[in-house]
């Protein structure tokens, strides 16, 4: 099997252009065990669920090896798998599985920085001169002691901590427990282009790059200079982080030509492929597309424009304009939730009406030029779940309580049935599940035609028999507020796509498209009338043009 599906790789390398992905976060997917906490084996036993939601790759959040301070991106073992997740051979039989029934398999690897209890910098820090010292990023303290520079960690704080041992600071862009590596050193690259290709051998088809523009560091550790920002979509308000322009501490040009080195290994092997995620408050498109160029280094990056709160056809349409001009010969990958931000329905304040905002969500982002995440629950309109104080798991959240809530809320366990452990477990959940969520179960959806999972399912389907949808051009039509209309083109074929994201009924002007034929979309009521298009609330249209 494997020898076919590398011949049907040759004859579809760009399968990721467009491709829907289906993103895992293990600890919350399904317990095959009892002990609360979602495994491999318990991935592996729904897949046939994934491959019947109709999308083409998983993308299964960190199961190596860690002691669990970020829940699995502080990495203590690159090449094996943690305990609670399961074996080798459970990832080996997952990926087997997914790959028969179509799922190319996509796999979290976090380079950036490791666990303090990693081996590599448990030997670090014994000294400033034995093999591996250099392998992270130390500095001396100013002459007053304090840290090298102003800069700052995501999670509160320095970015700098104190060892004790070397009498120097070591860098940590996140917890204080995850030191980050120091690029800079050629051994440090070699390694883990090492850990890239020790997957690659093991059948994966791809990687998603955690925190992809922080490998580097300005080695001269000049500080930051103040930012004019004072929010952005992927840091929280009460988090003084937004205060700096990071341009010492991440996205420094050294990036781009590891990312070549990246790309080249990648090629040596037929249709894998890569997905980078670009924490840049101020310019994340534009490193989006800076990453993407060329063709040498990763295939699709994603950044925070449409994970924040901000959500009008208005803003939507700017920020797409602002991509379509500067991801020009490069690839981006849209996702509207994910592990690390508040659901969709809620965070864009659709919640008492989920399950009729959840279908046109997905409509219009399976309608955007690029790849699509789609997190998992989204397709069953889950809300985001609230976590009390006492039950929250995650740092970030404890960091910042109350003002941010941290990344639980996301995080709760997949509903699949309606009884207490909701499908999920037998044992007691790692975070509790709210009720609303066991009402939307997946059991209880399978048995209702108009449910937003068969919705889902038939609009990804639909989406298939349009390859403007996949990889057309996109250009923008004249539309206001709540309104937005773009035209994607393929081979001198064109589709009309019209959303109404608001929640009374809208009219668009269809007088330049004379001749249109409307396409049924599953599950959506617009009509063409004339020359104008009628569009309920919380409605798309879509037609052949």
């Known amino acids: 099997m494997a020898d076919k599906r590398d011949m049907a790789d040759k004859h579809d390398g760009d399968w990721w252009r467009g491709a829907v992905i289906y993103q895992i976060y293990p600890r919350s997917f399904r317990d095959s065990n009892g002990d609360g906490i979602g495994d491999l ?8 669920y994934i491959a019947a939601l109709g999308v083409d790759a998983i993308w299964i959040s960190p199961f190596f090896t860690s002691p669990m301070k ?41 380079l950036s920085h490791t666990s303090d209890q990693h081996p590599w910098f448990a030997q670090s820090r014994k000294s400033r001169d034995n093999a591996k010292s250099d392998w992270y990023v130390w500095a001396d303290p100013q002459a007053d002691g304090t840290p090298p520079n102003n800069w700052l960690s995501i999670f509160g704080g320095s970015a700098w901590a104190w060892d004790s041992r070397r009498r120097q600071y070591y860098l940590h862009n996140f917890l204080v427990e995850q030191p980050d590596l120091n690029f800079h050193n050629p051994d440090v690259r070699a390694e883990l282009l090492d850990v890239v290709k020790f997957w690659l051998e093991r059948g994966v088809d791809g990687f998603r790059l955690d925190t992809v523009n922080f490998y580097f560091h300005d080695q001269l550790l000049r500080s930051n200079p103040p930012s004019l920002l004072r929010e952005a979509p992927d840091v929280p308000a009460s988090n003084p982080y937004v205060f700096q322009n990071h341009i010492y501490d991440k996205t420094r040009p050294e990036n781009l030509e590891f990312l070549r080195s990246f790309r080249a290994l990648l090629d040596r092997y037929p249709g894998r492929t890569s997905v980078g995620e670009v924490g840049a408050s ?37 920020r797409l304009e602002v991509y379509e001009q500067v991801v020009v010969d490069g690839w981006g990958c849209w996702a509207f939730s994910n592990h690390d931000v508040m659901r969709a329905v809620s965070r864009w304040r659709f919640e008492d009406v989920a399950e009729r905002a959840a279908p046109l969500l997905l409509a219009l982002q399976m309608s955007l030029r690029g790849s699509i995440c789609i997190y998992e629950g989204e397709e069953l309109a889950l809300p985001e779940a609230e976590i009390a104080f006492e039950d929250l798991q995650d740092p970030y959240g404890r960091a910042f309580w109350p003002d941010f809530k941290g990344r639980d809320g996301c995080r709760t366990p ?4 309606a009884s207490a452990g909701a499908g999920f477990t037998a044992g007691k959940p790692w975070l509790p599940i709210p009720e609303i969520h066991r009402q939307r179960s997946a059991a209880r959806q399978e048995a209702a035609p108009d449910s937003p999972l068969n919705r889902a399912r038939a609009l990804l389907a639909w989406r298939k028999t349009l390859p403007e949808l996949k990889d057309g051009a996109m250009r923008f039509l004249e539309s206001d507020d709540p309104v937005l209309a773009f035209t994607r083109s393929r081979d001198g074929a064109s589709v009309l796509c019209v959303f109404n994201l608001g929640r009374e009924a809208q009219s668009f002007d269809a007088s330049a498209f004379a001749g249109a034929s409307p396409l049924a979309a599953p599950g959506f009521a617009a009509t063409l009338q004339g020359a104008k298009v009628e569009l309920p609330a919380l409605s798309a249209f879509f037609a052949r043009v």
């Open 414 to 417: 997949m509903p699949w049935d």
């Open 282 to 318: 101020e310019r994340g498109l534009e490193v989006m597309g800076e990453y993407t160029a060329g063709g040498d280094k990763l295939h699709m990056c994603y950044a925070f424009d449409l994970l924040n709160d901000a959500f009008s056809a208005s803003y939507i349409r700017k």
């Open 41 to 48: 084996p318990g991935i592996t036993s729904k897949l046939d």
């Open 70 to 110: 970020d829940m699995g991106y502080d990495v203590s073992d690159y090449r094996d798998v943690d305990p609670s997740f399961g074996t080798l051979a459970d990832f080996d039989a997952l990926t087997t599985r997914a790959h028969a029934l179509g799922l190319k398999v996509m796999i979290d690897l976090v």
